[in-house]
């Protein structure tokens, strides 16, 4: 009789918002687990009801996402069900985001814990939030103690883990995302965007993307326009508003709110140049996404940023306005006279991509596990 494989279960209860970051994370990861799986481990995924759609019809088991199987209720629950319970089916449990609600309920199996950020620990929080705040780090510090090991997107985001949770000997391994292939860019010209070249940021308007340093910037360059785009109706994006109205920048510095991915898409595609001066991000994918369009990239220094984008981005090294005018108009030329300044991006970009990620989550698993079995020849 064959050996058994050893059962994974992944969730992937954020499929169920399959437009967000995380929702998207679920889904590349999945198609990637389910082509290295067969043969090597049996894979079984956490799902919400209806987001099997978004999957292949076969390949995986399933464990139902349901309300009385949140941590919250187990583990009140474990204590008293422990004599009880069988064996696990389960050989691992990978959850697959800090924000989970989700454990095993038999706690002998042992997990693995992907922390994706700590972005909220670096956000200036009012004197309200410092509560709900401490409340978030006490909730992922729970989640780290039940973990056998961590993964984390980057190396900065593993060294600010190291620094703010009590991990004891529990590795940290970091595994990089992947990036997808580009969405089809809208046919036309944005209506909110008129004729002319522009400079284009993307996020959602929240203190640490530090968009504002941006209007200093476009303020000095004349003939360009600077869009950013991504959720603007926060504290923050209502400060942006008020910020471009104060400076006259109407007309030339553009927040069109949440765009849809075909016209993400058109402004990568069309811009002169792609800024992001965010102070901390997990893994930064906007800046990828400019590279894969070969368009030249302007970064901030204070995050993962440079991991990721390394010598093929420009970075601002601080956000004076006469310094930030400096590099980009330093960068500019440099990209402008390189003529296979544009493929090198496309190459660095095309670099990340998520059957890597797969595997380098394989080799996690296996660090607990022991060698899976090899993937059958064909």
């Not at 991504?230 to 942006?240: S, V």
């Not at 800046?287 to 302007?298: I, R, S, V, Y």
């Not at 980009?328 to 991509?353: I, K, L, N, P, Q």
Request: one cysteine or more; charged letters at 25%.
């Amino acid at each position: 009789m064959p050996e058994r494989l050893p059962r994974i279960a992944i969730d992937l209860e954020k499929l169920r918002h399959i437009n967000c970051g995380l929702g998207r994370f679920s889904l590349h990861f999945a198609e990637e687990i389910l082509r290295l799986a067969p043969g090597r481990f049996d894979p079984v995924f956490l799902l919400a009801r209806g987001t099997e759609r978004h999957l292949p019809p076969e390949g995986f088991d399933r464990i139902d996402v349901k309300p009385w199987k949140k941590e919250v209720l187990v583990r009140r629950l474990r204590p008293f069900i422990r004599p009880f319970l069988s064996p696990s089916r389960i050989s691992l449990w990978h959850v697959t985001n800090q924000m989970s609600k989700y454990l095993p309920l038999d706690d002998h199996v042992p997990v693995v814990l992907t922390i994706h950020d700590l972005t909220f620990l670096h956000e200036t929080p009012h004197d309200e939030q410092l509560r709900r705040i401490e409340r978030k780090l006490a909730d992922i510090q729970a989640k780290v103690d039940r973990a056998s090991a961590i993964v984390t997107d980057s190396h900065y985001v593993a060294e600010d883990v190291k620094a703010h949770l009590t991990l004891g000997d529990r590795p940290v391994h970091v595994v990089h995302l992947g990036i997808s292939a580009p969405p089809v860019a809208a046919a036309s010209h944005p209506t909110f965007l008129p004729e002319g070249p522009f400079l284009f940021t993307v996020g959602n308007c929240l203190p640490h993307k530090n968009f504002h340093v941006l209007l200093d910037l476009v303020d000095r360059l004349p003939n360009i326009r600077l869009v950013i785009a991504g959720k603007n109706m926060t504290p923050y994006g209502e400060f942006l508003g008020r910020e471009i109205a104060r400076r006259h920048l109407e007309g030339r510095a553009i927040m069109p709110g949440e765009i849809c991915d075909a016209d993400r898409q058109w402004l990568y595609e069309h811009c002169d140049a792609f800024l992001f001066p965010s102070l901390t991000e997990g893994f930064g994918f906007p800046a990828l996404e400019a590279m894969q369009c070969g368009k030249p990239t302007f970064l901030s220094r204070m995050t993962c940023l440079p991991e990721i984008a390394g010598n093929h981005a420009f970075y601002f090294e601080s956000f004076d306005a006469a310094s930030m005018a400096s590099a980009y108009e330093a960068g500019m030329a440099t990209s402008r006279s390189d003529s296979g300044f544009s493929d090198r991006v496309r190459t660095h970009a095309a670099s990340f991509g998520w059957a890597e990620t797969a595997r380098g989550y394989l080799r996690v698993y296996e660090s607990i596990l022991g060698p899976l079995p090899p993937a059958p020849t064909a």
